[in-house]
T-cell receptor, first 110, second 112 residues
Framework: ELKVEQNPLFLSMQEGKNYTIYCNYS?????LYWYRQDPGKSLESLFV?????AVKQEGRLMASLDTKARLSTLHITAAVHDLSATYFC??????????FGQGTRLTINP | SQTIHQWPATLVQPVGSPLSLECTVE??????LYWYRQAAGRGLQLLFY??????ISSEVPQNLSASRPQDRQFILSSKKLLLSDSGFYLC???????????FGQGTRLTVV
């Protein structure tokens, strides 16, 4: 059974700082996704990572995938308040399913 | 472009009442369709997924059922709601392997 674990689950940081969210998964998979959720809202797709060593960047967010270590990271550079949200990673299982991590609630303080 | 519609946005239902949530997708054919539930402050739990009309896979035994009467329509139902059915229900669609899942706006269900 595929298990996906994120850490930390809660993260409070100051604007301008850098930090990384980690996503570990238990069995081999060929695709990993990062989503953002604002309070009371649905999920917004951020990144799709499909191969070992894949790296994608959008603004202050950068995601990477190491399939050998079964690890993905979401790095936040020079955080700003607008990035406050809950971030989920999701790992593909079989052809159709996605298994989600627990989510990381990120709060960025001025 | 593809769009996904989910309704209603919020719903308050008494215990023991029936439930029907509907999700439709536009701009794509033969999508994989999913129902997820998110309890308050928690992650997403996959409830059902469907790879085609009439094909439903259930992930968690519970008080809910799903149906796919048309290619781009996915319905979540219950005959009698329980308090524990409260949560944020999200419909999603995805293509074949290596494509991401796109989510509807969600239905916040409160069972009272």
């Amino acid at each position: 059974e595929l298990k996906v674990e994120q850490n930390p689950l809660f993260l409070s940081m100051q604007e301008g700082k850098n930090y990384t969210i980690y996503c570990n998964y238990s069995t081999t998979s060929d695709r990993l996704y990062w989503y953002r959720q604002d309070p009371g809202k649905s999920l917004e797709s951020l990144f799709v990572l499909l191969s070992n060593g894949a790296v994608k960047q959008e603004g202050r967010l950068m995601a990477s995938l190491d399939t050998k270590a079964r690890l993905s990271t979401l790095h936040i550079t020079a955080a700003v308040h607008d990035l406050s949200a809950t971030y989920f990673c999701a790992v593909g299982q079989g052809a159709q399913k996605l298994v989600f991590g627990q989510g990381t609630r990120l709060t960025i303080n001025p | 472009s593809q769009t996904i519609h989910q309704w209603p946005a919020t719903l308050v239902q008494p215990v023991g009442s029936p439930l029907s949530l509907e999700c439709t997708v536009e701009g794509t054919s033969n999508p994989n369709l999913y129902w997820y539930r998110q309890a308050a402050g928690r992650g997403l739990q996959l409830l059902f997924y469907s790879v085609g009309i009439g094909q439903i896979s259930s992930e968690v035994p519970q008080n809910l059922s799903a149906s796919r009467p048309q290619d781009r329509q996915f319905i979540l139902s219950s005959k009698k709601l329980l308090l524990s059915d409260s949560g944020f229900y999200l419909c999603a669609w995805g293509g074949w392997l290596n494509t991401e899942a796109f989510f509807g706006q969600g239905t916040r269900l409160t069972v009272v």
